[in-house]
């Protein structure tokens, strides 16, 4: 995408940003822990541009997390093993005994939107 470059004079040029450049301010931000905001101010460009770029990037490249789909066996199943899920933030689930598979997909879901949401 095209940014205004101020070059003098009061002349603007657009400066043209490569997809390479785009992905490394994009890895460099997502390092940062800065806002979209913050980090777009910082590096003189503008945030919606920013902001595009980012829905770009994660459109396009496969999530960081993956899932495998469970089958459903049954509405209700019981399982005598444990189940795990590790978040990449730290968090970590225990489940002792599933008592509906169901309802642990939907908590995946959840995790995983609520993971979406949270890293915008």
């Not at 095209?2 to 490569?18: F, P, R």
Request: with cysteine; proline share 2%.
């Amino acid at each position: 995408m095209d940014m205004l470059e101020n070059v003098g004079a009061g002349k603007l040029k657009k400066k043209h940003y490569s997809r390479e450049e785009k992905n490394k301010y994009y890895e460099l931000w997502k390092m940062s822990n800065l806002s979209q905001l913050k980090f777009s101010e910082e590096n003189n460009i503008a945030v919606q541009t920013f902001s595009r770029w980012v829905k770009e990037i994660e459109k396009s490249s496969p999530s960081k997390l993956s899932f495998i789909p469970l089958e459903r066996i049954a509405e209700k199943t019981v399982c005598k093993q444990s189940l795990e899920i590790q978040l990449s933030s730290g968090i970590i689930c225990r489940f002792s005994e599933i008592s509906d598979v169901l309802q642990v997909s939907r908590l995946i879901q959840g995790l995983h939107h609520a993971f979406i949401t949270h890293s915008k």
